[in-house]
Nanobody, 120 residues
Framework: QVQLVESGGGLVQAGGSLRLSCRAS????????MGWFRQAPGNERQFVSA????????YYLDSVKGRFTISRDIAKNTMYLQMNNLKPEDTAVYYC?????????????WGQGTQVTVSS
């Protein structure tokens, strides 16, 4: 049981940048990885990026590679997603998640989400 709180969303123009933060509390010791997912209106939940907590291995959706950077501050139990060169297609509610493995289905703890809107 991990509690997650996202922040940092907002409205930006195409080409702009945002940095999302996710603070974790509770049984964080049980989390192997943390990641970001997004949900746009009319679309399925989509994996964006993930990072293993100890090893720091990172993974990205192909469409965000080179634009987004995931990182974490272990001491602060905080994960970040630096989003550069944002596109209208990035518009979605972004959710922070924690998982016991890197499998999609094992991300079982979720935050409330933060809205990212990119204007054309």
């Amino acid at each position: 049981q991990v509690q997650l709180v996202e922040s940092g969303g907002g409205l930006v123009q195409a080409g702009g940048s945002l940095r999302l933060s996710c603070r974790a509390s509770g049984r964080t010791f049980s989390s192997y990885a943390m990641g970001w997912f997004r949900q746009a209106p009319g679309n399925e939940r989509q994996f964006v990026s993930a990072i293993t907590w100890i090893g720091g291995s990172v993974y990205y959706l192909d469409s965000v590679k080179g634009r987004f950077t995931i990182s974490r501050d272990i001491a602060k139990n905080t994960m970040y997603l630096q989003m550069n060169n944002l596109k209208p297609e990035d518009t979605a509610v972004y959710y922070c998640a924690a998982g016991t493995t890197m499998l999609w289905s094992d991300f079982g703890s979720w935050g409330q989400g933060t809205q990212v809107t990119v204007s054309s």
